[in-house]
């Protein structure tokens, strides 16, 4: 039987959809950012968006979101990472749309009726308080406790650390350790805290190596610093039911992975757009860059990068659209992805020259950005060893590693 790599017509339709309204309406609107609040430039632009049905997408219709599948969503988030606008205008942005699916699939109707319909208006943010200084990559070593006071109330004592876009949330979601005594991953329970709250108090906001242009917080989520103390959240809050926090936490991270693997695609191939279309422009010593062989190596390079990132994707939206398992590529594709974007920006700012260098393109504030993909949602090395380990399993159990590295694809 064929293998059928053709994406359905209507699939294809959405995308063109969003990439038409990305460099008609996202791209323009960048430029406004620098003289004006942001929300004097979103509000317009989401109005626009919704009015084209360009709202939510991996959302119900019910729930009044475009209904998109795994594949559909993700040929529209390979077009929205193009501009820094672009997941905003469609209240598809991260860290909220990892956390509107969690309360979706795990929130009783009242959480629904209360935190999740403001966040799919587009009227409230959300951030996810996990990681801590103490833990960080392993999130079962978070020491922040949640002690049940009576039946109405549990009371948060902690730290947490890299609470991304905590600063501009309205809500967040908060993992704490319910119970130490039960198995390690059914310690963990999450909560729903409403913000501002003195319980929740965010010290700083971590600065980093990112260029931070207009807006930096408000469009790329800052990095919190929280101090918890005696932070009383009513039981109803409690979102999954005790012991389940820990596992909710990596479904939501999953798709966070892949969201941002997604926008990279796109991010790469602007870059990419970019570099060509300069060094078709340049000339040195006499001679146009796009003729030097050297020059053409590197679009090469570029162009093979994009070719097995976009497969890499859409394999696991075909995978998830069938609802099989796809932790080993989720692994896989949240280190390559990162390492990927990373090359191709870096080879677009050596085709640029001095002016990749400098911040009159916007090569070098995506370069500082992007690294830190190798370290969220997991570094580079907690992947590779989970990687790591299914090859070894796989082995074990059938004297081949096929299964555990893409021999075994559908």
Same mark, same amino acid.
């Given at each position: 039987?064929?293998?059928?790599?053709?994406?359905?017509?209507?699939?294809?339709?959405?995308?063109?959809?969003?990439?038409?309204?990305?460099?008609?309406?996202?791209?323009?609107?960048?430029?406004?950012?620098?003289?004006?609040?942001?929300?004097?430039?979103?509000?317009?632009?989401?109005?626009?968006?919704?009015?084209?049905?360009?709202?939510?997408?991996?959302?119900?219709?019910?729930?009044?979101?475009?209904?998109?599948?795994?594949?559909?969503?993700?040929?529209?988030?390979?077009?929205?990472?193009?501009?820094?606008?672009?997941?905003?205008?469609?209240?598809?942005?991260?860290?909220?749309?990892?956390?509107?699916?969690?309360?979706?699939?795990?929130?009783?109707?009242?959480?629904?009726?209360?935190?999740?319909?403001?966040?799919?208006?587009?009227?409230?943010?959300?951030?996810?308080?996990?990681?801590?200084?103490? !833990?960080? $990559?392993?999130? =079962?070593?978070?020491? #922040?406790?949640? &002690? /049940?006071?009576?039946?109405?109330?549990? @009371?948060?004592?902690?730290?947490?650390?890299?609470?991304?876009?905590?600063?501009?949330?309205?809500?967040?979601?908060?993992?704490?350790?319910?119970?130490?005594?039960?198995?390690?991953?059914?310690?963990?329970?999450?909560?729903?805290?409403?913000?501002?709250?003195?319980?929740?108090?965010?010290?700083?906001?971590?600065?980093?190596?990112?260029?931070?242009?207009?807006?930096?917080?408000?469009?790329?989520?800052?990095?919190?610093?929280?101090?918890?103390?005696?932070?009383?959240?009513?039981?109803?809050?409690?979102?999954?039911?005790?012991?389940?926090?820990?596992?909710?936490?990596?479904?939501?991270?999953?798709?966070?992975?892949?969201?941002?693997?997604?926008?990279?695609?796109?991010?790469?191939?602007?870059?990419?757009?970019? !570099?060509? $279309?300069?060094? =078709?422009?340049?000339? #040195?010593?006499? &001679? /146009?860059?796009?003729?030097?062989?050297? @020059?053409?190596?590197?679009?090469?390079?570029?162009?093979?990068?994009?070719?097995?990132?976009?497969?890499?994707?859409?394999?696991?939206?075909?995978?998830?659209?069938?609802?099989?398992?796809?932790?080993?590529?989720?692994?896989?594709?949240?280190?390559?992805?990162?390492?990927?974007?990373?090359?191709?920006?870096?080879?677009?700012?050596?085709?640029?020259?001095?002016?990749?260098?400098?911040?009159?393109?916007?090569?070098?504030?995506?370069?500082?950005?992007?690294?830190?993909?190798?370290?969220?949602?997991?570094?580079?090395?907690?992947?590779?060893?989970?990687?790591?380990?299914?090859?070894?399993?796989?082995?074990?159990?059938?004297?081949?590693?096929?299964?555990?590295?893409?021999?075994?694809?559908?």
């Amino acid at each position: 039987m064929a293998i059928d790599f053709e994406i359905p017509p209507e699939a294809k339709a959405i995308r063109e959809k969003v990439r038409q309204w990305v460099h008609d309406e996202c791209i323009p609107a960048e430029k406004e950012l620098d003289g004006k609040p942001l929300k004097a430039v979103l509000d317009p632009l989401r109005k626009k968006a919704r009015a084209q049905g360009l709202w939510c997408p991996f959302i119900p219709k019910e729930y009044g979101g475009m209904g998109l599948g795994p594949l559909a969503n993700a040929l529209v988030q390979m077009e929205l990472g193009e501009s820094s606008l672009g997941a905003l205008s469609m209240n598809t942005q991260g860290p909220d749309d990892a956390s509107m699916l969690t309360i979706l699939a795990h929130g009783t109707d009242y959480q629904k009726e209360k935190f999740l319909k403001p966040l799919l208006n587009g009227d409230k943010r959300i951030c996810f308080s996990m990681t801590e200084k103490a !833990a960080g $990559a392993d999130a =079962t070593g978070m020491q #922040t406790r949640a &002690v /049940k006071d009576g039946n109405e109330n549990y @009371v948060l004592n902690g730290e947490k650390w890299f609470s991304s876009s905590a600063s501009v949330a309205d809500i967040a979601l908060v993992m704490a350790k319910t119970d130490p005594d039960a198995p390690r991953h059914k310690q963990f329970s999450t909560f729903i805290v409403e913000l501002p709250n003195p319980g929740y108090n965010i010290k700083r906001n971590v600065k980093n190596m990112a260029i931070e242009g207009p807006h930096y917080d408000e469009i790329h989520g800052g990095h919190s610093e929280i101090e918890i103390r005696d932070l009383k959240v009513p039981a109803d809050n409690l979102l999954g039911g005790e012991g389940n926090g820990f596992n909710m936490g990596q479904h939501r991270l999953a798709y966070g992975r892949l969201r941002h693997g997604m926008h990279n695609i796109a991010k790469a191939q602007r870059a990419l757009d970019m !570099a060509t $279309a300069h060094v =078709t422009q340049r000339s #040195t010593f006499g &001679v /146009k860059l796009s003729d030097r062989q050297a @020059v053409q190596f590197m679009l090469a390079d570029c162009a093979s990068e994009l070719y097995m990132a976009r497969l890499m994707l859409l394999h696991i939206a075909y995978k998830a659209e069938k609802g099989m398992d796809l932790t080993q590529e989720n692994s896989i594709a949240k280190v390559f992805l990162a390492h990927m974007v990373h090359k191709v920006v870096d080879t677009a700012i050596q085709l640029h020259g001095a002016l990749g260098y400098s911040q009159d393109t916007v090569l070098a504030k995506w370069y500082t950005q992007i690294r830190s993909q190798r370290l969220v949602d997991g570094p580079d090395e907690v992947h590779k060893w989970r990687v790591g380990r299914n090859v070894i399993k796989a082995y074990k159990q059938h004297g081949t590693t096929a299964s555990a590295a893409g021999g075994d694809l559908i």
